[in-house]
């Protein structure tokens, strides 16, 4: 079963928001990518706006409404306060909740289950009385007690972080050992009923891996690596060879 691509417009965003000008249009690089058979389109609203602005988000709601309504919208973000409003008011299929620091450059690593567990129930809570379904940022490290206690929290899935695996486009022998403990950590998730979301540097050439090895994945959230090939292919090119890569027979 081919893993779903999510593209995440935070890239495009930051490029738009270079000038005070209106494009590149986040709405509009959405609508090429949900053209060319993207299943849905993901965003990171941080704190101090630095890429995906606030008011981006009803934009991309009405988006998905009305043109593409057989698609999803995920929301990805620490659960703030401030953020959980943003969640209920836009109400996206499915919110990402990943543990970053305001000041972190990108996100870098999961939760820690042993400790942030009782926050993480009563935010996943609201979530889903919300109707959002819920996936929380996880190191795909192996550590199938921290699945369990994952699973403990009541979220739907967990994104594994595929940052360390991403990092190892030169060195294949560390890529390979990232790879399997992604694996394992898939596994133990299949094990609990977890589904399995990934994310974090990937790219065309270490996604068919990824999708070999985990063959239960049901989506992936890319938008480094796939705005770069943007550049160069254009979008609607970039997101059927990403779909490709995930799996897909186009
Ligand atoms: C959670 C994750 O790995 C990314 O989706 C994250 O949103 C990247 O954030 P930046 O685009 O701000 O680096
Ligand atoms: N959750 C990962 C995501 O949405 C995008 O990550 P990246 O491809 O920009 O590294």
Redesign the pocket.
């Known amino acids: 079963m081919p893993a779903k691509l999510?593209v995440?417009l935070?890239?495009v965003a930051m490029l738009r928001n270079r000038r005070d000008l209106p494009w590149p249009s986040v709405a509009h690089l959405g609508r090429i990518a949900l053209q060319a058979g993207a299943y849905g389109l993901?965003v990171?609203p941080r704190p101090d706006k630095r890429h995906i602005r606030f008011t981006d988000l009803p934009v991309l709601r009405a988006l998905i409404d009305d043109e593409f309504p057989q698609t999803e919208f995920n929301m990805?973000g620490y659960p703030s306060e401030d953020f959980l409003q943003l969640c209920e008011k836009t109400q996206p299929e499915q919110v990402?909740l990943v543990p970053d620091d305001p000041s972190q450059a990108?996100?870098d690593h999961g939760f820690n289950f042993r400790t942030q567990s009782e926050m993480l129930k009563s935010v996943i809570a609201r979530l889903k009385a919300g109707g959002m379904r819920v996936s929380v940022f996880a190191d795909g490290d192996g550590d199938a007690e921290a699945v369990k206690l994952a699973k403990a929290t009541g979220t739907d899935r967990i994104?594994l972080y595929t940052?360390p695996y991403?990092g190892c486009f030169d060195n294949a022998g560390e890529g390979e050992r990232q790879l399997e403990l992604l694996g394992r950590t898939a596994d133990a998730a299949l094990a609990e009923g977890l589904g399995v979301n990934a994310?974090?540097?990937?790219t065309v050439e270490n996604l068919p891996a990824l999708v070999g090895r985990i063959p239960h994945l049901a989506e992936v959230?890319?938008?480094?690596?796939?705005t770069a090939d943007a550049l160069e292919y254009g979008m609607a090119e970039t997101v059927r060879r990403f779909r490709r890569a995930c799996g897909e027979h186009i």
Do not use: F
């Not at 994310?199 to 990937?202: A, F, R, S, V």
């Not at 959230?221 to 796939?226: Q, T």
């Open positions: 999510s995440n935070n890239a993901t990171h990805e990402t990108t996100s994104e940052g991403g994310g974090h540097d990937l959230s890319i938008g480094h690596g796939l």
